[in-house]
């Protein structure tokens, strides 16, 4: 798949090792795999080896947009960013994905996407500027963390580029730094450490050239269907600006032509400090601060400024600080053995060492710059069952939207090796939808269970996936909804927009799964169905598939659900699903409502669910190694018997 319009038709190729810097054509990948993820996977594939860790100078760190970016697509300003993690237990290739302006920008200088191999022998920073890309001394900038780096880049280029770029701790590898971007975006799972492992400290890019849409016709009209598709009203949760106490909003964000928006907003709090917020993540420090200070002060506020200043991600703090503090409470550590001042936990003070500690490896910041599981692991089998209460074995949360109510995401979480949250919000959207509709008796939101029943319809291949009396229909939804989203990352869409599953201006309130496959054709110019897109999508998480299980994933063996799952208990609120419906009710059959407070998933049922996963994947039941009919669908021929004769087996003959 290739055309003149939507690619700029050229991946930029950065060898930091000799300061090599080569072009390659899009076409040898966008045929089979579009853009963004699907090209990151391939790319992957062909130049690693299963040996490579993530800390390796060959180990790419890789960043693609698709055809969408920098046109006048809705809602398409990402970039995929992938490599093998040294955030993930163990060391996996998965990928992130970063919004803003950069990615556009990036286009707009002539590029796809970029792959950056080996390792500079001192610090740098690239500069791409038109069809150039430049490597300039980042000596100066060592040590520093995001706002003076990035400030001081902008004075020495003049030219008001767009940057990524890491804080101090990336330079450190802590395992947990992100890339920093523009509009308080990032890129998490430790690809800004991976940068800085590589001593490139950041990337500015300029960028005047146009992306020429095939038919910018259609692509106005799938952008006006959709502002009326999603509204801007009470219904679309999240576009709503829902601001902590104290603080307010000053100005909505969008990203590069996102009509929509979300959350991404300019915030004030009443004692005059300002900072962009774009999701719940912003109150990541507010469970401490209110302990110690009785609400929400500042420092919750600060607090996630200082962790995009110093590239920490917020996710893995959280974790970090719920495992440190029952660590503490058993006696597992002291506030000695830390060396935290724990009696300010819920400052900013706190925070701020907390920051210094783990950017710098200083004394106990060592062993928590190793992210939440490996730093449990490193104290003993107590201390690691306390983060098995909620993170999965690879560290990612284990509750939120999980299979103890919405069972269709079991596949979600028993195969993917990264976070699964841009794939579970399709799944979290309608519910929570449907629980507002429930708990406000329809006046806040259209998505009644007729509603719900559509859209199981027209996605997730028939009704009976949202009836919770029974498994049926939910492997089969399972795996509809993945290919979509590794179809999506390939565009690469926003999953704060896409899909649009519900419509405010229909009758039927359905939305339509046909629009990425019109956008994506009316940019390119080149005819594709849905179905043909679900396919490539399919493709791409097979290829997936293919590299976890060449590196080291066992298949079956670790296709498991965090053993949390199967126990019966009360559990907190863990997503926005559970906090408009505590009873966690869902629908079963007819105007029935099932209650799953409380419950624990079935061993049976799930081995069953699986086993019709497997099946429809054309994954080997015995082992979820890949059979031989679907290795033919992701691989051509040769590329197949070269692997083939490495000796290694992805499938099951
Ligand atoms: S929905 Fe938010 S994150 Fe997504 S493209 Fe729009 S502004 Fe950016």
Redesign the pocket.
Known sequence: MSSKFGWTGRILRIDLTGQKITEQPTAEYSRRFIGGLGIGEKIYWDETSPDTTAFDAQNPLIMMTGPLCGTTAP?A??MVVCGKSPCTYPERFVSASI?GFFPAELKKAGFDGMVITGKAEAPVYLHIADGKASVHTAAHLWGMNNIVARKSIEQELSTSPKILSIGSGCENRVRIGNLIGDLGGSASMGFGSLMGSKNLKAIAVNGSGRIIEANPEEVRQVRNKLKQMTGQGFHNI?AQLVPMPGTETIKK???HA?P???W?SVQRRISGCEGIR?CHMGSWYAKWDIKLNGSITDATFLAADLANDYSLCTDEILFLLLWLEKCLERGILTENLTGLPIALMGSLEFIQQLFEMISKREGFGNVLAEGAVRAAASLGSESAAIVSEFLTSSGRPARTYGPKSLIMSTPVFAVEQRPAITTLHEICQPFTKWALWLKTEGKASYVSTAVLRGIADRFWGGPEAVDFSTIEGKARAAKIIQDRQYAKECLVL?D??WPVLDDASAEDHVGDPALESRLLSAVTGLDISQQELSCIGERVFNLNRAIQLRDGRKGLQDDVLSETCYVVRQEPPADIFDFYNPERLLPGKGDELLSFKMKAVDREQIRQLMDEYYALRGWDAHTGLLKNETLETVFEAQELQAFCNTGKSLKRC
């Open positions: 809602a300003p990402r919004a999240y964000l969008h990203c996102c929509q928006g979300c991404r774009k926003c704060l927009v």
